[in-house]
């Protein structure tokens, strides 16, 4: 009863697999297809007269030639050599927001009533879905407190995209769309803020922290100007810190005519116990397969849900889904929409995990998410902090919120270990490499865990054993940590400058072989 | 009334369990926690207006199936739709395969760690490279329409850091309008969309206004899509990119992947950046969701530079015959230099890209062609079949078609709406009713076949369409 392995013999999958492109032989098929019917062919006449002849394909693709069994084993063998939140106790990826998939989500959506109906199809037709859409929205406003919700977004960074153009529709309707070329983020909030900002014109300008490590309120009195169209800021920040003066930051922009913007794409510290809209923002979003538990997917699908003010409601993505009473429909006539962001409706499979979720937790369980996610997080500091040579710059001895960006920087000058090194090497542990920082590191030697309410005080100790093992080699054998990984899916070490000089550089097999 | 219990996703909501770590931290309760750190003026302090939570999993299950139990699947019914979405043969390991643990809950991870997935996502693009016949294939985009989008800025970045002035972007009239839209509004403050139309005898796209407009020299990009949105093959595609070339623009082709086995990559017909969808290569229909974007050029370092998302680069190692991967050169995207990125990039669409791969392997050279070959002869079956209905003219423009197919139902005396209606009646989702995206066709419907659709099906559609227009049941 609570036992964890502090001595745990872990070896990683490692088959080292050859290129599927280097695989199988000529006339060997991985799959067959159903083909046209003997009347179909003869009506149809010969493919080669069907084709104009200037777009006949001259030689055919060098597809691999593999039998299924060997293109099953390839990929299976490639899944054991990755490392999911299913395998691991995947407290690493701070501000990933790392839970458990629950199972019966995925079930749910591999219904043929949901895989195999069209986008196209007359909404009498997909009345399911649609009541699933409709309703997740409608529990996207109580828990932001919003006034109205889209859920087309594909993803969270396509949510905040939207929110800009959502800023930059509502300025330019007020006749200031030139004036207001400004958007203010802080230099701890996601990349998206100002790289979305950038992509649709916007000059940015970036808070630094201040000493308690907030973004600097009196940068930000000095930044707001007739020019400012918005402040997009996440709250708490990478650094887990709670900014207390949020509302202060909101009402000076709102003085400056400017619009406020909140990232929530991790929500997972405040469900329930604060709500964007109550803050005096004017919008946030969601990142469904974050806080709302959609498996991450090695890299997406995921999906997003703009949230935005009663203000601000005709702006958003179109269509949306609505319900007259009788029937759910998608609502084109949003004539001030910013219109399409995504093709069709989002990325429904993931509304569906999102609804179940809500559906599965309710008011309390969703509240109780923020408040093990917050118990959590503390917790895993405390224990952590206990190590030699790891330090959590900033707000000293103040509480966090679900995440928190710590430092190796001690560790580092005593030992010559860096945080990169620590993050290979605790691979060999058994645990998946963690999340250092977003560009550029403020913190020296960052480490930024997140151990988010699906993980048990027994995996946040086994957790921190293994990293107090790190440090300990760290001091006693540097060279065995800077060596590392050992224990790996790759067994061998990458040569960095493949990835770092243009000359080198091959997105695909054919290209690598002609470097 | 506050209820909260142990909830299995949540092992530390135990009592004991929760008390030992508070003890550890030395608070009573976590609300001590939180309230050190949150004013009390922004706690919400009312009950989130959510339903009551199904505790059980069957429950749950119940639940949610039954309501989606009320949408009806092209499983039950016959479905002639695509405009985008296309339901194809998914082999059961492409689903076998993208529902592992392993792959569906990675996320991040590096080189070391998740070699698995890196080497599944760098064989996706080296497949990828093959079916297009490039050297440069991109990690996945949200949907055919956000690579569309980057093309489009990706143009006009090539030109701008070669310190030219070019910002217009020529599109054929016909083209996607819900991705025309998408485009539209995403290169506002750097680009204007531009129309070409078409010859309306032909549909295709008429070169002498695209000559005219090129000669301006302000066009930075020509885009075309083969098949076009409407199903007909730009057959100029050569020509195009010799004029678009001639003017010094950048020539972007939008190709159906799954016509690739049979028909010329746009890559060889003088197309610069090649972009599009890859849901039709293994990933079901569901509800749209399945889309994900590939963008793909020669390689050129000014074109490398400007692809704005991940691209994964293969790296060798200090053992012979294996490789690893990374994330390369990211400082392309906002992750690596934030507002200075080429655009903003995000999660995306990875698993669909890993599927693609299993799709493409499994599939090879032979699948690929037969695949094409049978939509062609399937489309071409139907298309003989519906001009044998009076008042009704299948592929109006006479084109070679893929896959989709032009239904011009303006002499048949009603509205694709009404038709489509009876369709449905008789278990049939007729084609996508165009009259809202182009109304200068009037009642044109956008018919959609593929490797599926089998010749009963094709026949009881044109038995229902012929009571329906020929004797007027409606």
Same mark, same amino acid.
């Given at each position: ?16 697999? !050859? ?14 297809? =159903? ?10 006449? /010969? ?70 109906? $069209? !986008? ?32 087309? &977004? ?35 909030? $996601? ?44 709250? !708490? ?13 909101? /009402? ?26 109550? +803050?005096?923002?004017?919008?946030? $979003? ?14 997406? *699908? ?32 949003? &004539? ?19 609804? +179940? ?22 917790? %895993? ?58 560009? &550029? ?7 930024? !865990?997140? *151990? ?6 027994? /995996?946040? /100790? ?11 080699? +760290?001091?006693?054998? =540097? ?19 493949? %990835? ?16 | ?197 078409? #010859? ?21 990009? #020509?885009? @075309? ?97 294996? @490789? ?6 990211? @400082? ?143």
């Amino acid at each position: 009863m609570g036992y964890y392995k502090q001595n745990r013999d872990f070896h990683e999958a490692r088959w080292d697999e !050859p290129f599927i492109m280097e695989m199988g032989n000529p006339g060997e098929r991985g799959v067959l297809i =159903p083909r046209a019917s003997k009347e179909v062919r003869e009506i149809s006449g /010969d493919v080669s007269e069907l084709v104009p002849k200037g777009l006949r394909r001259k030689k055919a693709p060098v597809l691999p030639e593999v039998s299924q069994m060997q293109v099953l084993r390839h990929y299976m063998r490639l899944s054991q050599e990755t490392i999911g939140t299913d395998l691991n106790i995947d407290i690493g990826l701070g501000t990933c927001t790392m839970k458990y998939s629950p199972k019966v989500h995925e079930q749910l959506v591999r219904t043929e009533k949901f895989q195999e109906i $069209h !986008p196209c199809q007359d909404e009498s037709t997909v009345q399911g879905i649609l009541e699933i859409m409709y309703k997740d929205a409608e529990y996207l406003k109580a828990i932001s407190g919003m006034d109205k919700v889209s859920l087309q &977004p594909a993803g969270g960074s396509q949510a905040i995209f939207a929110n800009v153009q959502t800023i930059r529709a509502y300025f330019e309707d007020k006749g200031e769309g030139e004036q207001r070329n400004e958007i203010i983020t802080t230099i701890l909030s $996601h990349p998206a803020n100002p790289g979305t900002a950038a992509t649709l014109g916007y000059k940015v300008i970036t808070l630094y922290p201040d000493e308690n490590g907030l973004p600097d309120i009196e940068a930000l009195k000095t930044a707001v100007s007739r020019h400012t169209a918005a402040l997009m800021i996440t709250n !708490p920040e990478d650094t887990g810190i709670y900014n207390d003066r949020i509302r202060q930051f909101v /009402d000076i922009v709102h003085e400056a005519g400017g619009l406020c913007v909140y990232d929530q794409a991790n929500l997972n510290g405040v469900f329930g116990l604060t709500r964007a809209r109550d +803050a005096g923002f004017d919008m946030c $979003h969601y990142n469904l397969h974050k806080s709302f538990s959609s498996p991450h997917g090695c890299q997406g *699908p995921g999906a997003g849900a703009q949230c935005v003010s009663e203000e601000l409601a005709r702006y958003v993505a179109a269509p949306t889904v609505e319900f007259d009473g009788d029937k759910y429909y998608l609502d084109y006539q949003r &004539p001030d929409s910013i219109g399409k962001l995504r093709a069709f409706y989002g990325v429904p499979s993931v509304l569906i995990r999102a609804y +179940a979720y809500i559906r599965s937790m309710g008011a309390d369980g969703m509240k109780q998410i923020a408040e093990l996610s917050i118990l959590n997080n503390n917790y %895993l500091i405390k224990k952590l902090l206990e190590i030699k040579g790891l330090s959590m710059p900033f707000a000293r001895g103040r509480f966090r919120m679900e995440q928190a960006r710590l430092s190796w920087q001690e560790l580092t000058e005593e030992t010559g270990v860096t945080t990169d090194d620590i993050c290979r090497r605790i691979v060999d542990y058994g645990f998946q490499d963690y999340f250092t920082s977003h560009h &550029p590191r403020v913190l020296p030697e960052p480490f930024t !865990p997140e *151990p988010v309410e699906t993980y048990s005080k027994d /995996d946040m /100790d086994e957790y921190v054993a293994a990293f107090a093992a790190i440090a300990r080699e +760290a001091y006693t054998n =540097p060279e065995l940590v800077k060596g590392a990984p050992y224990k790996a899916a790759l067994g061998a070490r990458i040569d960095e400058e493949c %990835l770092t000089d243009w000359s080198r550089f091959a997105t695909t097999w054919r290209a690598y072989r002609k470097l | 009334m506050e209820k909260t219990f142990v909830h299995p996703y949540m092992p530390n909501s135990v009592p004991e369990i929760k008390k030992q770590m508070l003890d550890e931290l030395r608070v009573k309760d976590i609300r001590e926690i939180y309230e050190s750190i949150i004013p009390q003026d922004l706690l919400y302090k009312e009950r989130l207006n959510l339903p009551e939570p199904i505790c059980s999993e069957y429950e749950l299950k119940k639940h949610v199936t039954g309501i989606l139990n009320k949408n009806i699947s092209t499983e039950e019914y016959t479905s002639f739709l695509g405009a985008g979405c296309y339901k194809h043969q998914v082999p059961a390991i492409c689903d076998e395969v993208n529902t592992r643990g392993e792959f569906l809950t990675a996320y991040c991870g590096d080189t070391y760690s998740d070699h698995g997935k890196m080497q599944a996502i760098f064989e996706y693009t080296s497949m990828m490279g093959e079916l297009l016949d490039a050297d440069v294939v991109s990690y996945t985009t949200y949907d055919a329409g956000q690579s569309v989008c980057s093309s489009f800025r990706m143009a006009v970045r090539i030109h701008s850091a070669a310190g030219r002035e070019r910002s217009v972007i020529l599109v054929p009239a016909s083209m996607n309008p819900d991705i025309y839209s998408q485009a539209d509004a995403y290169c506002r403050n750097v680009a204007r969309l531009e129309k070409v139309a078409y #010859v309306p005898k032909t549909g295709l796209m008429n070169l002498e206004e695209l000559e005219k407009k090129l000669k301006r020299g302000d066009v930075a990009a #020509v885009f @075309y899509e083969n098949p076009s949105y409407l199903g007909f093959f730009e057959e100029q595609a050569e020509e195009i990119a010799r004029l678009t070339h001639q003017y010094g623009a950048i020539c972007i082709a939008q190709p159906q992947v799954s016509s690739l086995g049979i028909i010329e990559s746009p890559m060889n017909l003088g197309a610069d950046i090649v972009c599009g969808d890859i849901q039709p290569l293994g990933m079901h229909l569901q509800y749209g969701g399945g889309q994900a974007g590939f963008i793909a050029s020669h390689q050129k370092l000014e074109y490398m530079e400007q692809f704005p998302t991940y691209m994964y680069g293969i790296a060798k190692t200090d053992k012979e015959d294996t @490789y690893g991967w990374g994330r390369a050169m990211n @400082y392309r995207c906002s992750h690596g230099s934030r507002e200075k990125a080429n655009e903003y990039f995000g999660t995306e669409t990875g698993l669909w890209g890993i599927t693609a791969g299993v799709y493409l392997a499994s599939m090879g050279p032979q699948g690929m062609y037969e695949l094409g070959e049978t939509i062609m002869q399937n489309l071409q079956y139907l298309i003989i079949r519906l001009n044998e209905i009076d008042g009704i003219k299948a592929n109006p423009f006479g084109r070679s078609n893929f896959q989709e197919v032009l239904v011009d139902f303006n002499n048949s005396g009603k509205t694709v709406a009404e038709i489509n209606r009876v369709l449905l009646e008789r278990r049939i989702f007729g084609g996508k009713d165009l009259s809202k995206e182009f109304p200068q066709m009037g009642q044109c419907g956008l018919y959609c076949v593929s490797e599926l659709t089998t010749q009963e099906e094709m026949d009881a559609l044109v038995e229902a369409l012929k009571e329906v227009v020929e004797n007027g049941i409606l």
